[in-house]
């Protein structure tokens, strides 16, 4: 459910009437694929298992806990799980921990991923109290599966470089530079963090 491609277009397009950086790099790179994921539970179990480690081993340890579990996808099946059993399956102690934490509060109801709340804030507070997500994996999360559209993962690195490429900056800016170069991109930006990414990928400034 994250932000269609017609929809990314159309702030894309808004955008480059707002920053002229924008309609430059789009002549270059074009526009960039939508990042869609899932809602729910499984998604964000994928980033804790992700976390740190290649998009490869990433794969193979999910794969294998998947195996192990059965129904990776059922929370209630993780809280039954040991964590030796977790381990043996290619998890941290940490992410082993992580991964009860997440599902403990999905059972719970403490987290529910049908109504987290409207306002990005609060829903990022709500996300990161589970252990091992921290604020970028919870701003992408809203992004790439809830499909919120004014998403600026501001710490991100590679949108970091990109922009400051992308507006002619000298030097990699800060969080907080971009956090406020992007205030007048506001409802747009989850589609220039999108397009940030594009750039970055494609080498092409």
């Known amino acids: 459910m994250g932000i269609s491609a017609r929809r990314l277009r159309t702030s894309l397009d808004r955008l480059a009437g707002i920053e002229p950086a924008f309609g430059h ?13 899932d809602r729910g539970y499984t998604t964000l179990l994928r980033t804790i298992v992700g976390q740190q480690v290649s ?10 806990v998947a195996d192990t579990l059965g129904e990776i996808g059922d929370p209630a099946v993780m809280i039954a799980t040991s964590e030796e059993t977790l381990r043996g399956a290619g998890l941290s102690r940490q992410k082993a921990t992580y991964a009860r ?17 409207k306002d990005d804030e609060e829903a990022i507070a709500l996300l ?39 507006l002619g900056w000298p030097e990699r800016p800060s969080e907080k530079q971009i956090r406020e170069a ?12 999108i397009f940030a990414w594009h750039v970055y990928n494609t080498k092409v400034i």
């Open 182 to 193: 992007a205030e007048k991109w506001r409802p747009h930006r989850g589609a220039a963090a």
């Open 25 to 37: 790099h789009l002549e270059r790179v074009g526009y960039p694929p939508p990042r869609i994921r």
């Open 128 to 166: 990161t109290a589970v252990k091992g997500i921290g604020r970028w994996s919870a701003e992408i999360y809203l992004l790439f599966a809830e499909g919120r559209g004014d998403i600026w993962p501001a710490g991100d690195l590679a949108i970091q470089i990109a922009i400051g490429e992308m």
């Open 55 to 64: 998009v490869k081993a990433a794969e193979s340890i999910w794969n294998k």
């Open 101 to 117: 934490s997440l599902a403990e509060l999905t059972v719970s109801g403490a987290l529910d991923f049908e109504t987290l709340p």
